[in-house]
């Protein structure tokens, strides 16, 4: 290394600064940790939940799929239905909250009282006995009006559920100030010394549906602000439709997940989490393939796939039948991806162009669209090593972690 004319003072003085840098950006900006995010997130009422709803769930959807094979088979790009359909009867749903919000309503405190006592029992049952991945509740926000009830909800079933099992998580509504954020972090640490737990036990996902959640008062997007107040709690942002778009003054005919005033809020949320770790989801649509399955089911699909194609890889599903379009749309998209992403990223291991100067950058992506492909099951681990036996998942994580690839790969 040539000599310098820095002084040592002042070449000291950037190291420390920039160290501080660096340890800010890492704490911030950890990335994942090695989880698998769900497809989705199917959200039931408290008084329509039991331990046999995604059971139900998935028989309801293979019935659908059934009557609706013809238009199902005309969507399917990839071969994939089959798929879909086993998948329907093994394993329908991958993250499901049991609803005490929007979809439950106000009821009497009595009522609600014993469905928070029954939603703790039927977690603690898919907890031992097998159920979806990963499971909570959404409870009700923190206004004035509703707060009381919904800590106590959560209370409830904390009780009931006896212990916190990994894959729990509750969902807060109608998020629309950072200084809220504190206070749930506030009462996760009490709930854990009150009931036993361990620090740093209890995550919580953050619905956005207001615009405050986007722009705040002082003209600031405070989500980052959020986040950085959640201290590692917080799991997931989870849009709300409806909320949104009705506050920004959308007209009821006009809310959709694909309005651009939707769209803009999205953005904001994923330039948000990006790199921390924090998982974005998109919401939900209220058309439901009861009246008119077609337009239902294709109206869906497309929504999937539009929203896969910009990053959103988690929706809400409200519907049985949303869950085959669901599965459909999304092995579709990544057998389509795994199918590009195979072949460029043999190339950049073998340093050829392959018709693409992939970077580094390209390739960390290509290799966690397989990743998150592999995980979802639209393509399995035999299928990859057959296709490219240098792509083990151990040389795929390290190029997501931009580590040194494995020498046995190379």
């Known amino acids: ?39 989705h997130t199917a959200y039931v009422p408290a008084d329509r939940v039991t331990a046999d709803t995604p059971a139900e769930w998935g028989r309801a959807a293979t019935e659908l799929l059934d009557t609706q094979h013809a238009l199902l088979a005309e969507l399917d790009g990839t071969d994939s239905l089959r798929a879909v359909w086993q998948r329907l009867g093994q394993d329908p749903i991958q993250d499901l909250r049991i609803d005490f919000e929007d979809g439950y309503g106000f009821r009497a405190d009595d009522e609600e009282d014993a469905a928070a006592t029954a939603a703790g029992t039927v977690l603690a049952g898919w907890a031992k006995a097998g159920g979806p991945a990963s499971y909570g509740i959404r409870m009700k926000g923190l206004a004035g009006a509703e707060r009381r009830r919904a800590l106590r909800t959560l209370e409830l079933v904390l009780e009931s559920l006896g212990g916190v099992p990994e894959g729990f998580v509750f969902t807060v509504p109608k998020i629309r100030a950072a200084q809220q954020v504190s206070a749930i972090v506030a009462l996760c640490e009490g709930l854990e010394r009150g009931h036993g737990l361990a620090d740093g036990t209890l995550r919580f996902e953050l619905q956005i549906e207001s615009p405050q959640a986007i722009i705040a008062a002082d003209g600031t997007a405070p989500i980052a602000t959020m986040l950085r107040l959640a201290a590692g709690r917080c799991a997931g942002l989870h849009f709300g439709t409806y909320d949104y778009t009705a506050a920004c003054g959308v007209a009821a005919p006009d809310q959709a997940l694909d309005h651009p005033a939707a769209d803009f809020a999205k953005s904001v949320m994923q330039v948000a989490a990006a790199q921390t770790g924090v998982w974005v989801c998109d919401g939900s649509t209220q058309i439901v393939p009861d009246t008119d399955p077609e337009f239902a089911l294709r109206n869906h699909h497309r929504l999937v796939s539009r929203s896969l194609q910009r990053g959103y890889y988690q929706g809400w599903d409200m519907h049985p039948g949303h869950l085959i379009t669901r599965w459909l749309a999304t092995y579709d998209f990544f057998r389509r991806a795994i199918d590009v992403a195979v072949p460029r990223l043999q190339a950049y291991l073998a340093r050829r162009s392959g018709g693409v100067m992939d970077e580094p950058a390209t390739a960390e992506a290509l290799a966690a669209t397989v990743l998150r492909g592999l995980n979802c099951g639209a393509r399995t681990a035999g299928e990859l090593t057959a296709l490219a036996p240098e792509l083990t998942p151990a040389v795929l994580r390290a190029l997501v972690a931009r580590e040194p690839i494995p020498q046995e790969a190379l």
Do not use: F, H, S
Not at 9 to 22: I, P, S
Not at 23 to 39: S, T, V
């Open 1 to 39: 290394m040539t000599a310098t004319r820095i002084p040592e003072n002042v070449r000291a003085r950037v190291e420390a600064m920039l160290d501080a840098v660096d340890a800010d950006l890492r704490a911030n900006y950890p990335g994942g940790d090695g989880r698998a995010q769900p497809i």
